[in-house]
Nanobody, 115 residues
Framework: QVQLVESGGGLVQPGGSLRLSCVAS??????MGWYRQAPGRERELVAT???????NYADSVKGRFTISGDNAKTRAYLQMNSLKPEDTAAYYC???????????WGRGTQVTVSS
């Protein structure tokens, strides 16, 4: 079983920055990253990173967000710059295990972009 602990959400003004972290215990990842869900909308991809370090971004965040992972393959970080009100959502850590290829989700951390 994998436990995911997210941190780094909060309230920020438009144009500001936040850094999200997700720490996994129990296994290493094949793919790790973030999805988000705003009220009344479906959950959508934000960014993921593969075990080999290949990132993948939603078009809406390209050039503003940067995802990274650690060498131990148990942590992922999302640096979010130039935040916009439309980035407001609950952000969920997404984890696919290297062994067993099982998918896990974090509980979510709220990001609110507002003046």
């Amino acid at each position: 079983q994998v436990q995911l602990v997210e941190s780094g959400g909060g309230l920020v003004q438009p144009g500001g920055s936040l850094r999200l972290s997700c720490v996994a215990s129990g296994r290493t990842f094949s793919i790790m990253g973030w999805y988000r869900q705003a009220p009344g909308r479906e959950r959508e991809l934000v960014a993921t990173i593969t075990r080999g370090g290949q990132p993948n971004y939603a078009d809406s965040v390209k050039g503003r967000f940067t995802i990274s992972g650690d060498n131990a393959k148990t942590r992922a970080y999302l640096q979010m710059n130039s935040l916009k009100p439309e980035d407001t959502a609950a952000y969920y850590c997404y984890f696919v295990s290297w062994i067993g290829v099982q998918t896990y989700w974090g509980r979510g951390t709220q990001v609110t972009v507002s003046s």
